[in-house]
């Protein structure tokens, strides 16, 4: 049974309009300005995750049936491009993404775990194929960004980790795990192999990494997505090792930029790294720490007379006050750690639900 904290972020998923009639999903509701962002792919990869995550806790068919509608979006986006490529946006398809792409594929298996539709399987193999193959570079690691139709990769920015090869493309890289788990072709296994050994030579740079302190709090979101990618082998000496020190990094950052500002994803993160660096036997629990983060992460969750925005999640906050953005990644991550955090001692889910 859900608590009333998690069934009300289901709802807001649910009633809200962040998905759109033809299952994609928006980036984020403005509140002040009362509209959706335009939809995006990667945000319908995340929410897909959540709708499923919400299901496997409920059972209830409605997350399926909408966790379902966004998977269709998403192969509707991929075959209609006529490019074989994911696009960031599909009104115009200007870009595609690297890591989007890997955080599209787990959706698609997540719904087709949940639904049995082999259509979804076949079309995050595709994607999984192509990801390997148009992004690569010749330096060895993976383009972050490129253009579309051409696919050529767009300039790389030091200063914009979306724009900038590194430690955090672990976790879209997951999604060849996942594949290699799924499928047993052994094309998949490589690619994440190799984006793991990059990530752990190289991932002591990524913090704070940015002279501007708020920028660091967006770089600890970047950096989280590191910790979750060490999950298929967190039992590996090095990858533990890594995971205990980029939880320290975390906290310490987090706690000492929060006064200034705070993101509720990163939060959320930091709580779910705890709990499943502790079920894998990797880092023991701070049951203290993971509390606090838990009582903190609470806050950020909307009441409103306004279905477009109760139950979900604030994005951040800055000195204090809520930013106007209500936000499905936000809720997704929080909704999925404070109910793991309720469920300590007892499960977590398989890696694989990690939205």
Not at 4 to 11: E, L, N, S, T
Not at 43 to 55: D, E, K, N, P, R
Not at 108 to 129: K, P, Y
Not at 143 to 161: C, F, G, I, T
Request: glycine letters at 8%; proline letters at 5%; aromatic letters at 12%.
């Amino acid at each position: 049974m859900l608590t009333p904290q998690i069934h009300h972020a289901g709802k807001w998923f649910v009633h809200s309009g962040i998905q759109q009639p033809d299952g994609g999903v928006a980036r984020y509701y403005r509140a002040d300005l009362q509209r959706n962002h335009a939809v995006s792919t990667e945000i319908s990869g995340y929410a897909i995750s959540t709708l499923v995550y919400l299901h496997s806790l409920t059972g209830e068919e409605r997350y399926l049936e909408r966790a379902t509608a966004g998977a269709c979006f998403l192969s509707r986006a991929f075959r209609d491009t006529g490019m074989l490529a994911m696009p960031f946006e599909t009104d115009p398809a200007r870009f595609t993404y690297f890591f989007d792409c890997g955080i599209i594929v787990r959706g698609l298996l997540a719904a087709w775990r949940a639904s049995g539709t082999e259509q979804f399987l076949d079309m995050a193999v595709g994607l999984g194929e192509r990801m390997a193959v148009d992004f690569a570079s010749p330096s060895g690691d993976f383009h972050p960004v490129l253009s579309l139709p051409d696919k050529l990769p767009a300039e790389r920015d030091a200063q914009r980790w979306s724009q900038s090869a590194g430690c955090y493309q672990l976790k879209a890289a997951m999604g060849w795990w996942d594949l290699w788990e799924a499928t047993g072709d052994a094309q998949f296994r490589e690619p994440f192999d190799r984006v793991l050994a990059d990530s752990l030579r190289s991932y002591g740079e990524f913090l704070p990494g940015h002279p501007d302190r708020l920028k660091v709090t967006d770089r600890l979101h970047a950096f989280c997505y590191f910790l979750e990618g060490l999950l298929p082998r967190a039992a590996d000496r090095r990858c533990a090792a890594a995971l205990c020190d980029g939880l320290q990094r975390v906290s310490h950052h987090m706690r000492a930029i929060a006064p200034e500002f705070e993101r509720s994803d990163v939060c959320a993160q930091l709580l779910r790294m705890r709990l499943y660096a502790d079920a894998t036997g990797a880092v023991p629990l701070d049951r203290d720490a993971a509390a606090f983060e838990a009582s903190r992460l609470a806050e950020f969750q909307a009441t409103s007379e306004d279905p477009r925005i109760d139950g979900g999640f604030y994005f951040g906050r800055r000195e204090g006050a809520f930013l106007p953005y209500v936000n499905p990644v936000s809720t997704g991550f929080s909704l999925q750690a404070l109910a793991m955090w309720e469920a300590a001692g007892s499960t977590v889910p398989l890696r694989h639900l990690l939205v």
